[in-house]
C-alpha cells in the first residue's frame, strides 16, 4: 500500500508495523467530519486562487460523491488504508484524476485531524445538550407533580428530616444543570478551527484561515500553529465533563436500586426497564440503574487515558496522540446511551407516595421540628435537643412514633408540650413551613420550578444551529 509519506523512505514497512501504526479501523468514525473539513479548505483554495475553479468544482463534486457513496453503501471503506484521511484522498484522485491529489495544499494530516477531532466532538457535545436537555425536562416534570409528596431526606444513609420527592429529585436537577453548564463553557472555549496551521508552523501558501472558519462555523482561526496540532484541551474538558455527569447519573442510580429494594418500595421499575431472574421467578432487577452505574467507570477510564497520554508530550504533534480516539469515541457513546436510557427509565417509573410518607414518619424525621417546638415554648436549644433525644429513646422502646405518643406521656418528659405539638409535628407542618429559597416548602419549591422553566426555556446554542 503506497503511503501519502513514501517518497522519503526505500523499503516498504513491516505489516505488523503498519497494522499498529493505521488508526483507520477506529479514527473511519471521522469521515464526515473529514469530508466536511476538506471541502471547506477546498473552497477556500479556490477563493484564494491556489485552487482553479475548475479543480475546486472537481474536488468539491468528488467529495460529495464519495460522501453519499459510503453513507449509502455503495462504497465500503477501505481498512487497508493507515488512515481515513488516506482513505478518502485515494477515492478521491481515483475519481477526478490528478486534481485530486491538489486537495493537500497547504494542509498536514497534522491539522486536518486536528480539525477533525474537533468537529466530531462539537457536534457530540451538542447532542449530548439535547439529550441533557430532555432529562431535565422530565425531571421538572416529576417535580411538578410531586411538591407535596413526602419522603424522608437522609444524611449517612439515616432518615434526617422529611423533604419532598419534588426537593430530593431537585438537587439531581442541579446538577444535570450544571453538567449542561459545563458544555456550554466546553463549546465556546473549543469553537476555533486549527486547519491551516499546518504540521505545526502553518504554511507558506496565501490561506484565508478565516474564511476556512467561517465555513466550518467556527468562531474564528487559532491563533498559534503548534498549539494548534497539539491541543486536546478540548476533548479532556468534555471527557472531564462526562465524568462528572456520569458521577451524578451513578450517584442516582444508587438511591433509585435502593429505592427499588424491598426494605425501601419508594419505586416500582417498569418491565421495559428492568430484568429478571433465571431462577429465582419473584426477582425484578434494575439492571439499568446498575449498568448506568457500572459504566460510570469506562467513562472516567477515558479520562485517565487521555490525560497520561498528554501528560509528557513535547510540543507539537507527537503520535501518541492518535490514542486520544478509541476510547473518546465509546465514552461519547457510552454517556449519551446512558442519558437517553435513563432519562426512559425516569420517564416510566412509579413512585409510591404512601410508602415514601410512612418511611418519613417512621424514621423521626419530624424531631427537629419537635425541638424547634420547644424552642418556641422558651426553652433554650441545648435543653430542647436532649427532652427530644429522650422522647425518641422512649419512642424506640415502644415501637411508636412522636405523633403516637399521648399527651399524658409527652408531659412526663416536659411539661412544655401542649396538644398543638401534633400539628407542629405533622409531615405537612414539617414541610410547609420551610420556606427559604432552596428548601422543601411548597411556596419554595414553586418559585423554583418557574425559574427551571425559564432556564430550560432558553437555548444557549443560539447561532450554533448550523452546526449541528
Not at 441533557?132 to 416529576?142: A, H, P, V
Not at 484565508?208 to 484541551?233: C, I
Amino acid at each position: 500500500m503506497a503511503q501519502l509519506w513514501g517518497g522519503r523512505f526505500t523499503k516498504e514497512t513491516d505489516n505488523k508495523v503498519f497494522d499498529f501504526n493505521a488508526s483507520i479501523r477506529f479514527d473511519k468514525n471521522l469521515f464526515v467530519q473529514d469530508i466536511e473539513g476538506s471541502i471547506a479548505h477546498a473552497v477556500m483554495l479556490g477563493k484564494q486562487g491556489i485552487l482553479t475553479l475548475e479543480e475546486k468544482d472537481a474536488i468539491v463534486k468528488g467529495l460529495a460523491g464519495i460522501r453519499e457513496d459510503v453513507e449509502s453503501g455503495r462504497l465500503t471503506i477501505d481498512e487497508t488504508q493507515e488512515d481515513i484521511h488516506s482513505f478518502v484522498e485515494a477515492v478521491l484522485t481515483e475519481r477526478i484524476g490528478e486534481a485530486g491529489k491538489k486537495l493537500h495544499t497547504g494542509r498536514s494530516r497534522n491539522d486536518q485531524v486536528a480539525l477533525d477531532m474537533r468537529l466530531y466532538t462539537r457536534t457530540h457535545v451538542l447532542v449530548m445538550d439535547g439529550l441533557l436537555r430532555e432529562l431535565l425536562t422530565e425531571l421538572l416534570s416529576i417535580m411538578e407533580e410531586n411538591t407535596e409528596t413526602y419522603m424522608p431526606g437522609f444524611t449517612h444513609l439515616q432518615k434526617a428530616q422529611p423533604v419532598t420527592l419534588a426537593h430530593h429529585l431537585g438537587a439531581y436537577f442541579e446538577m444535570f444543570k450544571r453538567d449542561r453548564q459545563r458544555l456550554k463553557d466546553i463549546y465556546f472555549r473549543m469553537n476555533y478551527c486549527p486547519l491551516g496551521a499546518g504540521a505545526l508552523a502553518g504554511t507558506t501558501y496565501p490561506l484565508d484561515r478565516s474564511y476556512t472558519a467561517s465555513l466550518l462555523g467556527f468562531e474564528g482561526p487559532t491563533l498559534n500553529s503548534m498549539d494548534s496540532v497539539s491541543d486536546r484541551d478540548y476533548l479532556i474538558e468534555y471527557l472531564a465533563a462526562l465524568s462528572i455527569l456520569m458521577m451524578h447519573f451513578s450517584r442516582l442510580c444508587e438511591e433509585i436500586i435502593i429505592w427499588n429494594s424491598n426494605e425501601y418500595r419508594f419505586v416500582e421499575l417498569d418491565d421495559a426497564y428492568s430484568t429478571g431472574s433465571s431462577i429465582m421467578p419473584q426477582k425484578k432487577n434494575p439492571d439499568i440503574a446498575e449498568l448506568v452505574r457500572g459504566k460510570t467507570g469506562r467513562v472516567y477510564g477515558a479520562l485517565m487515558s487521555l490525560l497520561t497520554t498528554m501528560k509528557g508530550l513535547p510540543l507539537a504533534y507527537n503520535k501518541d496522540m492518535q490514542e486520544d480516539k478509541e476510547l473518546s469515541f465509546d465514552a461519547m457513546h457510552t454517556a449519551e446511551t446512558c442519558t437517553e436510557l435513563f432519562t426512559g427509565m425516569l420517564r416510566t417509573v412509579k413512585f409510591n407516595r404512601d410508602v415514601m410518607a410512612k418511611s418519613a414518619v417512621n424514621g423521626f424525621t419530624n424531631a427537629t421540628d419537635a425541638a424547634d417546638y420547644l424552642v418556641n415554648k422558651g426553652v433554650p436549644f441545648r435543653d430542647a435537643h436532649g427532652i427530644i433525644g429522650r422522647l425518641v429513646l422512649y419512642c424506640i422502646d415502644k415501637g411508636v412514633g412522636i405523633e403516637d405518643l399521648s399527651l399524658e406521656e409527652m408531659k412526663e418528659i416536659s411539661d412544655k408540650f401542649e396538644p398543638d405539638i401534633y400539628e407542629a409535628v405533622s409531615l405537612k407542618t414539617c414541610v410547609e413551613k420551610r420556606l427559604t429559597l432552596g428548601a422543601p416548602g411548597p411556596e419554595a419549591m414553586q418559585e423554583v420550578i418557574r425559574l427551571h422553566k425559564i432556564y430550560l426555556g432558553e437555548e444557549w446554542q443560539k447561532g450554533t444551529e448550523k452546526n449541528e
